[in-house]
Nanobody, 125 residues
Framework: VQLQASGGGLVQAGGSLALSCAAS????????MGWFRQAPGKEREFVAV????????YYADSVKGRFAISRDNFMNTLHLQMNSLKSEDTAVYYC???????????????????WGQGTLVTVSS
């Protein structure tokens, strides 16, 4: 699976941004699909995941209520709508595919086998 993230950019605090992730090489249907981010000087952290069966989504507490993850298995894409952005949301955002369908692994970046190249989101205060 090859993943290509896009949509990052510079936005003012309180604004919105939409990220996309296009997959090629294999259908995403069997994968849990997640977004992670890494801020300068910090470790990579979980942001959100959409389960393989399309029914359930989970979010980090820091983005709950502001971000929305969605997936389109027909178009083989993953999306992240980010609203009410804060300066602490500044990071490189990565999409990733996890072949392990189990719920306990959805927040564990070590279980994600395929990663996009990352797209930079900068929120100015």
């Amino acid at each position: 699976v090859q993943l290509q993230a896009s949509g990052g950019g510079l936005v003012q605090a309180g604004g919105s941004l939409a990220l996309s992730c296009a997959a090629s090489g294999r259908s995403l249907r069997g994968y849990n699909m997640g977004w992670f981010r890494q801020a300068p000087g910090k470790e990579r952290e979980f942001v959100a995941v959409a389960r393989w069966n399309g029914g359930h989504t989970y979010y980090a507490d820091s983005v709950k209520g502001r971000f929305a993850i969605s997936r389109d298995n027909f178009m083989n894409t993953l999306h992240l709508q980010m609203n009410s952005l804060k300066s602490e949301d500044t990071a490189v955002y990565y999409c990733a595919a996890n072949p392990d369908r189990g719920l306990p692994t959805v927040r564990d970046d070590n279980r994600y086998a395929y990663w996009g190249q990352g797209t930079l989101v900068t929120v100015s205060s």
